[in-house]
Structure formats: structure tokens, C-alpha cells
């Protein structure tokens, strides 16, 4: 399922747009920005939506911190209207989507349904054949009709094995890779993720993780 994320301190409009949107879509909520990152490193979020007057004078920080856990994140403002000045600033953060306030529920949806339909067309599939697809757009392997979904770091981890088979990534390199200066992250939580990862792929024959000992992993694509 579609997973949105929204994130303003108006109750009124937080949980108009959570009522609106859960029928049809996962919707989490929150009114702080540092929850924000903590529910991105958790789940697989597809679209936030948020006011731009709580991140306006940091924006960019904002928008880069986002996109450091996940490249592919959709992101629509919401705001009272906006003056050249702001408008201009939102193209320059390259920013999926405005809308003004007060939302109309229905356009909204509107909106969030047209982005999703055509970010679809943009994400690359890394493999796909008849049994097999490892989709960038869900964080997830689809192997035969199974869907296989991953946390934001594991999937990054597997996309960089993966997409480089048979390339060795030391354990330093993951750690880089995935870090996004979170002081927890170091060559013993690569081997947790590694193990996570092994485990979900286990009943798919065509992908292997190996070993490299003393240096780090490497990914295995077998035809």
C-alpha cells in the first residue's frame, strides 16, 4: 500500500487530511520534524506532505536530509499563499507539489494520485524477468507474485550489492553508503542489516549475499 507521511502543527488539518486519505492509503502523522526523519528510517514512505511554514527558513537542509534516506521520496507543500519570492524557492528545491490552504480534500487526493502515477514511470527496476523484479519505487522484490518488502537502509544496502553483482563493498563503503551521519550506524549494524536481508531473500534462489571475509560483501545474481 501507498504510504503517506504528513507533517503539520495544525490538528484541524492533520488529521482532516489523515480521515480524508487512510480509506485508501497508510497515512502517518506528525506535528515535529525530527519525527519525520525517525518514521522515514523506519518505514517505506512514498509522499510527504507538509506545511511550509514549519521547515520555510530551512528548507533545503530539510529537502536534503529527506532525500539522504530516500532518493526517490515524493514531496507536496501545503501553505496559506505564497508570494514570488517563496514560489521561486520551492522550483529551486525541487519540490513534487503546492497546494494552498485551505485544502480541498478531493483535489488533493486529485494531486497525490497524478504524482504517484507519474513518478511510476520514472523508477528503474534493477531486475526483472519472469519470476523476479526488484522495484526502487516500493523498497521491496516481488518474486513470484510474493511482494518481499525492505526497511529504508536494508534496501539500500541490497540496491548498491545488487546493482553492482559480483562487485565486493567493504564494510567502511556500506557504512558511508548508508550512514547519513547517524552516530549508530558502524560495521556491526551493517552485519545486522546484512543478516535481515539474507533472511527475507532466503527462498529466492537467483540472489545470494557472500561473504568477503575480512573485507565485506558482495552481491550474487545467479541467471
Known amino acids: 500500500m501507498i504510504r503517506v507521511l504528513v507533517l503539520d502543527d495544525d490538528p484541524d488539518v492533520r488529521y482532516g487530511i489523515y480521515d480524508y486519505l487512510k480509506a485508501g492509503y497508510e497515512v502517518y502523522i506528525t506535528k515535529k520534524e525530527k519525527e519525520v526523519y525517525s518514521i522515514l528510517n523506519q518505514t517505506n514512505i512514498n509522499l510527504i506532505i507538509f506545511d511550509y511554514s514549519i521547515i520555510s527558513i530551512e528548507l533545503k537542509r530539510f529537502i536534503d536530509k529527506i532525500r539522504d534516506i530516500n532518493r526517490h521520496i515524493l514531496l507536496m507543500i501545503i ?3 505564497l508570494n514570488e519570492t517563496e514560489e521561486k524557492n520551492l522550483l529551486k528545491n525541487n519540490i513534487d507539489d503546492y497546494m494552498e490552504k485551505p485544502l ?3 483535489k488533493l487526493q486529485f494531486r497525490i494520485e497524478k504524482l504517484l502515477k507519474k513518478q511510476s514511470y520514472q523508477y528503474e527496476k534493477l531486475i526483472r524477468n ?7 519505487e516500493t523498497n521491496s522484490i516481488i518474486y513470484n507474485d510474493d511482494n518481499i518488502e525492505f526497511f529504508n537502509k536494508e534496501f539500500q544496502i541490497l540496491y548498491h550489492l545488487f546493482s553492482y553483482p559480483n562487485r565486493i563493498f567493504s564494510k567502511e563503503c556500506l557504512v558511508e553508503i548508508i550512514c547519513n551521519n547517524e552516530d549508530y550506524i558502524n560495521q556491526n549494524t551493517i552485519r545486522t542489516y546484512i543478516n535481515s536481508i ?3 531473500i532466503d527462498d529466492i534462489p537467483e540472489l545470494d549475499i557472500i561473504t568477503v571475509r575480512g573485507i565485506g560483501y ?5 541467471k
Not at 519472469?130 to 526502487?136: G, P, R, S, T, V
Not at 558482495?218 to 545467479?222: A, D, H, M, Q, V
Request: aromatic fraction near 0%; charged fraction near 35%.
Open 79 to 81: 501553505s496559506n499563499p
Open 104 to 106: 480541498d480534500m478531493i
Open 130 to 136: 519472469d519470476n523476479l523484479i526488484i522495484n526502487c
Open 198 to 200: 539474507r533472511r527475507k
Open 218 to 222: 558482495k552481491g550474487i545474481i545467479r
